[in-house]
């Protein structure tokens, strides 16, 4: 299990079926944390049964960015 780490701002963005925008959701949010000061964040993904490649996306990005936790409710 990973060890926690405390957070300053933890944002949640449900998703379903954004393949065409979750990318760009995810590059605005992280530009608005940088251009706030804030380091110690979050962004919770959940994606809610999504039936195109939403999950594979996120998955991707959490892959690449340590901020991003995608929760799979399928």
Request: include cysteine.
């Amino acid at each position: 299990m990973a060890e926690s780490r405390p957070v300053a701002l933890s944002i949640v963005v449900p998703c379903y079926n954004e393949r065409d925008c979750v990318e760009a959701c995810h590059g605005r949010l992280a530009e608005v944390c940088r251009k706030a000061g804030i380091t110690d964040h979050e962004l919770i993904v959940v994606d809610d049964g999504s039936t195109d490649d939403t999950l594979d996306i996120l998955v991707a990005l959490q892959a690449r960015d340590p901020h991003v936790m995608v929760v799979d409710l399928a």
